[in-house]
C-alpha cells in the first residue's frame, strides 16, 4: 500500500526463481491480495474464517494433510474459493445466508461467490479456477478413495495378498 515494492516483485514467476534464484517468490505470491479496499477485506475474512473451520473440522489432528491441501491450492494460483469450495463440500447440509437476502445450503456457496463477484465487476475466471482446483482437491481427497476400485479398494487389496502370503 505505501508504493515502497511493486507487484511485479512479487508475483509467482518461475523463470525468475529458477534463473535468477528470486526464491521470496514462493511465499510473496500468497500475500498479495490487490490494493486495499472491499475485494482485499473480503478475500482476507473469506481465507481466515474457511482456514479456520477446516482446521477445527476435518483437518483437526491432520496438520500434514492441511498443509498439503495449502500447497496444491498455492501452487494452482487459486487460493481463497478453493478453501471455500473444499470447506462447502465437506459440510453439505450447514445452511447459509447471505448477507440477510439469499438463504443455502453450503455446497451452493462458491456459486454465490461467483455471482457476487460479477456484481462487483470482478474477473470470474479467477472463482472459476478456484473452484476447479477446489473440486479436484475433493475429488482426489473425498471422492475417489471411497469408490469402487478407488485407492482404499487398493490398498485393501494390498493387504488382503500381504495377509495370506
Known amino acids: 500500500q505505501l508504493e515502497l515494492v511493486s507487484p511485479f516483485q512479487l508475483y509467482f514467476n518461475p ?5 535468477q534464484y528470486q526464491l521470496w517468490r514462493l511465499v510473496t505470491t500468497f500475500l498479495f491480495f490487490g490494493t486495499v479496499g ?6 482476507m475474512i473469506f481465507t481466515y474464517r474457511y482456514c479456520r473451520m477446516l ?3 476435518s483437518f483437526r ?14 501452487i494452482c494460483q487459486a487460493f481463497t474459493i478453493m478453501l471455500v469450495y473444499v470447506w462447502s463440500r465437506r459440510n453439505p447440509f450447514v445452511r447459509m445466508n447471505f448477507f440477510g ?3 443455502f445450503h453450503a455446497p451452493y456457496l462458491p456459486w454465490v461467490l461467483l455471482g457476487f463477484s ?3 465487476g470482478n474477473a470470474i475466471w ?12 475433493y475429488f482426489i481427497e473425498d471422492v475417489f478413495p471411497n469408490q469402487r476400485g478407488g485407492l482404499q479398494a ?4 494390498t493387504n488382503t495378498v500381504s495377509f495370506f502370503h
Not at 489432528?61 to 498455492?74: E, I, K
Request: glycine share 12%.
Open 61 to 74: 489432528g491432520r496438520t500434514a494433510d492441511f498443509v498439503m491441501m495449502f500447497l496444491f491450492g498455492g
Open 154 to 157: 487398493a490398498s485393501h487389496a
Open 126 to 137: 479467477v472463482d472459476l479456477m478456484g473452484m476447479a482446483v477446489g473440486h479436484i482437491y
Open 118 to 120: 460479477v456484481l462487483l
Open 15 to 19: 523463470i525468475l526463481i529458477i534463473k
Open 38 to 43: 472491499f475485494n482485499f477485506l473480503f478475500n
Open 101 to 103: 437476502l439469499l438463504n
Open 55 to 57: 482446521e477445527e473440522g
